[in-house]
């Protein structure tokens, strides 16, 4: 691949994938745009990585960053919103990305959606990530899907951010406990991205990315807290409360930690099917949560736990 665009590069997988790219091939080059040029500083510095100022959701913007391409990687999600902005995201940009390509005869796409599309899928995010990879795989490209679970990583906001609540909370209220999640390694996700790129055998495949483990959404708050050092008590919600507590998150500032749409998402065991090929079929041994995560959860043992839970909830 001579010149690769990466939607959403500048983000924790973006990032991640950034890395692993200018690793991979030293003679690519790697087209990262984004809305706002201070948040690129962390692929700024790579050598093979142009970081433009574009809105992707912008028409004009989109065709001049694909123009030229031999292939792209589209990361762009949300986690939280309305319908409106899951559909902006999930829908409309996959379609004006696949009209976009077809203008400038790009035809490679490696699209990540999430595990839990499909056609039962339970909640807004999930709808839209569904509609979504139908809009792509309805276009002539040469499309691969990755579906993971629940991305785990130094910079992730899951573990660290259970990890920062329990450091200041004596007890921790928890809507759903029993939600199961397969957690899988940011390096394991961006390295499978990068096979999907070199390999043409992937082309038409959905892969399915999982860790080793399933865990409950209690076992993960656990094991958070313990590498951390300060495992707390937890009070599993019932159903009913566990909206309202999602319900009261929504109307805080900032980016809500919880939704009643989150809520929603967990119906569906967020783990591997076992009916597509997973990173196994990729060549990948899948890190466990247990080689990785105590690793960087230690850190919040440190003084500042207070500015570092800010800092994940988006707050001042």
């Not at 809305?35 to 500083?41: I, K, S, V």
């Not at 440190?302 to 500015?307: E, V």
Request: hydrophobic share 45%; net charge neutral; charged share 20%.
């Amino acid at each position: 691949m001579k010149q690769i665009l990466v939607l959403g590069g500048t983000g924790f997988v973006g990032t991640a994938l950034c890395e692993r790219l200018v690793e991979h091939s030293a003679s690519a080059r790697i087209v990262v745009p984004t809305r706002r040029l201070p948040r690129g500083n962390g692929v700024r510095s790579l050598p093979t990585v142009d970081l433009l100022q574009a809105d992707v959701h912008d028409d004009a913007a989109l065709a001049r960053v694909v123009a030229g391409c031999d292939a792209v990687v589209n990361l762009v999600a949300i986690l939280h919103g309305s319908a409106g902005d899951f559909d902006r995201v999930h829908v409309a940009l996959p379609r004006r990305l696949a009209q976009a390509c077809a203008r400038a005869g790009v035809r490679r796409l490696v699209h990540v959606s999430a595990l839990g599309a499909g056609p039962a899928a339970s909640s807004m995010y999930l709808r839209s990530k569904t509609a979504g990879e139908t809009v792509l795989a309805e276009a002539q490209l040469d499309l691969t899907l990755l579906r993971p679970s629940v991305i785990f990583g130094a910079a992730d906001r899951f573990l660290n951010l259970f990890a920062a609540l329990q450091s200041v909370a004596p007890l921790l209220p928890l809507a759903g406990s029993d939600a199961r999640f397969q957690p899988v390694w940011v390096e394991d996700v961006a390295s499978a991205i990068v096979r999907c790129l070199d390999d043409r055998s992937t082309i038409g495949q959905t892969y399915e990315c999982t860790g080793p483990t399933v865990y409950t959404l209690s076992e993960l708050v656990a094991l958070a807290g313990r590498w951390s050092g300060h495992e707390r008590p937890q009070w599993p919600l019932p159903a009913a409360l566990g909206r309202l507590q999602a319900l009261a998150m929504e109307w805080l500032p900032g980016e809500p930690m919880m939704s009643r749409d989150n809520l929603d998402s967990m119906k569906v065991p967020n783990i591997a099917t076992g009916q597509l090929p997973g990173l196994a079929a990729l060549g990948i041994t899948a890190a466990a949560l247990e080689a990785v995560a105590p690793g960087y959860l230690g850190g919040l043992r440190d003084s500042g736990r207070l500015d570092r839970f800010r800092a994940l909830a988006r707050r001042e």
